[in-house]
């Protein structure tokens, strides 16, 4: 029995400096680029990375319309997202409520689309087309 009990001393001996190598391989891989990495991107480039459909797009209407604003809420985002308190994607009208609540009234191009003929065509052109159907 004292020859069982030794192998599989040795076994364990063995296997828990195994666990101990990768443990600090894993640390040495992990730390690094993750230091690196926060201080490298910019804030635009933190939000940006969290946007969701089309909040890329509001981002950029935000930043033609208010741009010394729209620098300083994009820097206190990402400023969240870095410390965790921001886990969620933001989509663009998620963001597009945010620049609304502190007073910035984005203004987005709105298109509305209707089927006609089997095609999709934007509700102006249709309104101008009957329009100028009845005239004839």
Do not use: H
């Not at 364990?12 to 690196?36: D, G, V, Y």
């Amino acid at each position: 029995m004292s020859e069982d009990d030794s192998e599989l001393e040795r076994l364990k001996a063995k296997r828990l400096a195994e666990m101990q190598q990768n443990i600090s391989t894993r640390k040495k891989i992990e730390t690094p680029p993750a230091n690196s990495q926060s201080k490298t991107k910019n804030p635009r480039d933190v939000l940006v990375g969290r946007l969701g459909f089309r909040g890329l797009e509001v981002l950029q209407n935000a930043e033609s319309q208010f741009p010394n604003d729209t620098t300083m809420v994009v820097e206190k985002l990402a400023e969240l997202i870095t410390s965790g308190e921001i886990t969620e994607i933001l989509d663009g009208g998620k963001l597009l409520t945010l620049f609304r609540s502190i007073g910035l009234n984005i203004r987005m191009e709105t298109k509305i689309n209707v089927e006609q003929d089997g095609k999709f065509v934007s509700l102006s052109d249709k309104l101008s087309n009957k329009s100028s159907d009845e005239s004839d």
